[in-house]
């Protein structure tokens, strides 16, 4: 802790090339993460032999994404308290904080699992998954959400220590589970001849040994946030803050995946071809996402800190330096996938079917990609309000500006004869992102003008 007090990079250092640099290991780790579905997709494309495999793993993302998305919201809620109090020094009263966020963590993921395991079947049917893929994506998503209180303890244990400053650990962890997920699903598929079963296992095997890793770093730590069994706890006062900063910041992950199984529901009512092929799009697409998202983790971390501590100049510059990165990242990878997108689609299959599923997942690829800075944006100002503790108000622009929106588009604008293709579809997804980012803006703009960025004691005070 000695360390901490006379030095902090977050509060103290260079922002734009500090913003920079802490976001990189955060991009690199959920690259990896993101590559558990890729591995998942490209073995079972490519190994397994059955060509509706694909469709039947990837008609589940939507479904996974909503159900877990909660506790993931939950875990930055948690990221932005431990951010505030680290900033403002408080470090005795991080470690109460820290084994609540962890203990609740591991009994929000048994719950959550537990009805993914009871509600799965009925939900795929509902979002009118194919029939002929049903019967996998139903063996699949069990699987998988046996595996969601492992993957709830990793994120809360990730969030709490890129809120601390360290972004590195967590992408190790990542780099070491990610390889092994790959070798497990190859193993399962080519020498054991299992299909989406192997893969869904080797997922949930990989997110088992990030939660313990995550953990074993805690708890070799010898800083305020270090984790102890005997300290396992549930204190009141500090779940009551995670949960009203996080439940928000949940709800708003599980509109945007409620739109996104709105939007999968619209493209199951195409060729199982269109399925596959916007299975492949999104998948290419999500290392897009990443890149971009990676700044909102950021964003939040440094905003948060140094609101804790005060200092309202670096609270505007982290603001202004992640919008510049963000723009400039979101358009390079976005045009650079763009360039290379039927080579990276071709990865993913290799059936008869190989050709039409590259150019529906092309089809996505052209409209999305060249736009998905705007995406950054959206998530920047959003993790701009978090990070000063504001995450109702984000919640309700994503509800309007992206939930209801692309929901109102499906059911009006689809059925319109011009629009009723994917690429009609697809067009709802970047004007979400503008319409969310506009709303953000307005919401700033409101907080400054009422001079509602507070300092540390006024922002206790309110416990």
């Known amino acids: 802790m000695e360390k901490v007090l006379k030095t902090n990079k977050i509060t103290e250092g260079p922002l734009f090339s500090g913003i920079f640099l ?7 780790t959920g690259i990896l993460q993101l590559l558990y579905n890729a591995a998942d997709n490209i073995v079972v494309g490519r190994f397994s032999g059955d060509q509706n495999a694909l469709a039947a793993v990837g008609s589940t993302s939507s479904l996974t994404n909503l159900m877990v998305g909660l506790l993931m919201g939950i875990s930055v809620g948690a990221g932005v308290i431990v951010a505030q109090y680290y900033g403002a020094k408080r470090f005795k009263e991080i470690p109460r904080l820290v084994h609540t966020a962890i203990s609740f963590s591991f009994i929000g993921g048994i719950v959550i699992g537990l009805l993914g395991l009871i ?29 969601v209180p492992a993957n709830a303890v990793y994120n809360f244990g990730a969030s709490i220590l890129r809120s601390t400053g360290d972004s590195k650990t967590p992408l190790i962890i990542l780099a070491s589970s990610g390889l092994i997920n790959i070798i497990f699903n190859l193993v399962f598929v080519i020498c054991f001849n299992m299909t989406v079963d192997g893969v869904a296992l080797a997922t949930v095997i990989s997110q088992y040994l990030s939660a313990v890793a995550v953990i074993f770093c805690l708890y070799k730590s010898k ?33 945007f995946s409620l739109s996104n199984t709105v939007l999968q529901s619209a493209i199951n009512t195409f060729h199982v071809d269109i399925v596959s092929g916007n299975i492949v799009g999104s998948q290419i697409e999500g290392f897009a996402y990443i890149c971009t998202n990676s ?11 140094n609101y804790g501590l005060g200092t309202r100049k670096r609270i505007y510059l982290t603001l202004t330096y992640s919008l510049i990165l963000v ?17 990276l689609s071709a990865l993913f299959t290799n059936a008869d079917n190989t050709e039409a ?20 944006i959206m998530e920047v100002l959003a993790g701009f309000l978090r990070g000063l503790g504001y995450s109702t108000i984000p919640t309700i622009s994503s509800l309007v500006g992206a939930c209801i929106f692309r929901i109102i588009w499906v059911a009006f604008v689809f059925p319109i004869p011009f629009f009723n293709n994917p690429l009609g579809l697809y067009a709802c997804m970047p004007l979400s992102w503008v319409l969310t980012s506009i709303f953000h803006v307005i919401t700033i703009m409101i907080v400054k003008g009422k001079n509602q960025i507070l300092t540390p004691k006024t922002v206790y005070n309110q416990d």
Do not use: N, W
């Not at 979002?127 to 046996?146: A, H, N, W």
């Not at 723009?327 to 080579?343: K, S, Y």
């Not at 529906?360 to 705007?374: D, K, N, Q, V």
């Open 223 to 255: 800083e305020c946030f270090a984790f102890r069994f005997k300290l396992l706890c549930i204190d009141k006062r500090h779940l009551t803050r995670i949960l009203v900063l996080g439940i928000p910041s949940g709800i708003q992950g599980s509109l």
């Open 327 to 343: 723009t400039v990242i979101g358009l390079f990878i976005g045009f650079a996938e763009l360039l290379f997108g039927r080579q």
């Open 22 to 28: 802490f976001s990189i290991p955060i991009m690199l």
């Open 357 to 376: 599923v590259i150019e529906a997942s092309m089809i996505r690829l052209t409209l999305i990609l060249p736009f998905y800075f705007l995406c950054g």
């Open 295 to 305: 700044f909102l983790q950021a964003t939040i971390t440094y905003t948060g800190q």
């Open 119 to 147: 509600f799965s079947e009925p939900l795929l049917s509902i979002m009118g998954t194919k029939p002929e893929v049903i019967d996998k994506s139903v063996l699949y998503i069990r699987i998988i959400f046996c595996g």
